[in-house]
């Protein structure tokens, strides 16, 4: 069979009558004249898939005779994404072949907002602004400080850049348990003056402290007004 590209042969169309013969069939029998058998072609029709590579749309399959204007559908959207175009560039007519055409996108940048809540980071900031492409894994900064607490993660827990508005997340804390506090004793000599005396201890934060005398050395009153021997660790 001869062959075109974009055409089925059909078979071969008699000059004579018109009719359409089978390559391979019997024909006529000559006459006395030259007769012409002209090739007859169907033309190919091919599938264009249309891929929007969004994990939610389903591909579009469409039929075009071959060499047809193909025509675009409208550009697609994608949350978080710019569409950037199809891959690869689209025919304007139809190839002989079925082709698949795949959006491309652009992930935009939104910022994961880190909230130190009422800590910080060593170089003073409060807060800290990590642009993130959509989709992508969120990358947090290093663990902020806080006097007397210890960091515990952040809220909501880190995962993937998934809002459009961007994302904030603020710093957990749960009270340290070795946090420092000093005791002051005040001690009046015979003279009128006092001898200072510390002590560091070590404590919860939040938790409540005090360190009233249970005795108090003979010859020495405790003097309840001017002490001052309740608090809490800070």
Same mark, same amino acid.
């Given at each position: 069979?001869p062959t075109? !590209? /974009?055409?089925?042969f059909? =078979?071969?169309k #008699?000059s %004579?009558?018109d *009719?359409v013969?089978a390559?391979?069939a019997?024909v006529?029998? &000559?006459i006395?004249?030259n007769?012409?058998?002209?090739a007859?072609?169907t033309i190919?029709v091919?599938?264009v !898939?249309w +891929? ?5 749309t389903?591909?579009? $399959?469409e039929e075009?005779?071959y060499?047809?204007?193909i025509?675009q559908?409208e550009n697609? %959207?994608?949350? =978080? #994404?710019?569409?950037? /175009?199809?891959?690869?560039? @689209?025919d ?5 072949q +079925?082709?698949?055409? !795949?959006?491309t996108?652009?992930?935009n940048?939104y910022n994961?907002i880190f ?5 910080a980071w060593?170089?003073g900031?409060?807060?800290? !602004? $990590? ?5 992508a894994?969120?990358v947090?900064? *290093?663990?902020?400080?806080? *006097?007397g607490?210890?960091f515990? =993660?952040w809220?909501?827990e $880190? =995962?993937t &850049?998934?809002? $459009?508005n /961007?994302?904030?997340f603020k *710093?957990?804390?749960?009270n340290?348990?070795?946090t420092?506090?000093? @005791?002051?004793?005040h001690t009046m000599?015979?003279d009128g003056? #006092?001898?200072?005396?510390? %002590? ?5 934060t939040?938790d409540?402290?005090?360190v009233?005398?249970?005795? @108090?050395a ?8 001017k002490?001052n021997?309740t608090?809490t660790?800070l």
């Amino acid at each position: 069979d001869p062959t075109k !590209t /974009g055409y089925t042969f059909a =078979g071969w169309k #008699y000059s %004579e009558t018109d *009719a359409v013969f089978a390559d391979g069939a019997e024909v006529p029998a &000559m006459i006395d004249k030259n007769v012409t058998y002209t090739a007859q072609w169907t033309i190919n029709v091919y599938e264009v !898939t249309w +891929d929007y590579n969004d994990k939610v749309t389903a591909p579009v $399959v469409e039929e075009y005779d071959y060499n047809e204007e193909i025509v675009q559908p409208e550009n697609p %959207e994608r949350t =978080g #994404y710019e569409f950037t /175009g199809w891959s690869p560039a @689209v025919d304007k007519n139809m190839p002989a072949q +079925d082709v698949t055409y !795949t959006a491309t996108w652009k992930a935009n940048s939104y910022n994961a907002i880190f909230d130190a809540n009422e800590g910080a980071w060593k170089d003073g900031d409060t807060t800290k !602004t $990590v642009p993130t492409d959509f989709d992508a894994e969120i990358v947090a900064p *290093a663990d902020p400080e806080r *006097a007397g607490y210890v960091f515990n =993660g952040w809220d909501p827990e $880190v =995962g993937t &850049m998934n809002n $459009v508005n /961007g994302l904030t997340f603020k *710093a957990k804390w749960v009270n340290a348990t070795d946090t420092k506090y000093t @005791v002051y004793t005040h001690t009046m000599k015979a003279d009128g003056t #006092y001898e200072v005396k510390s %002590e560091i201890l070590t404590g919860t934060t939040g938790d409540p402290v005090d360190v009233t005398p249970a005795n @108090v050395a003979n010859g020495f009153k405790y003097n309840a007004e001017k002490s001052n021997a309740t608090g809490t660790i800070l």
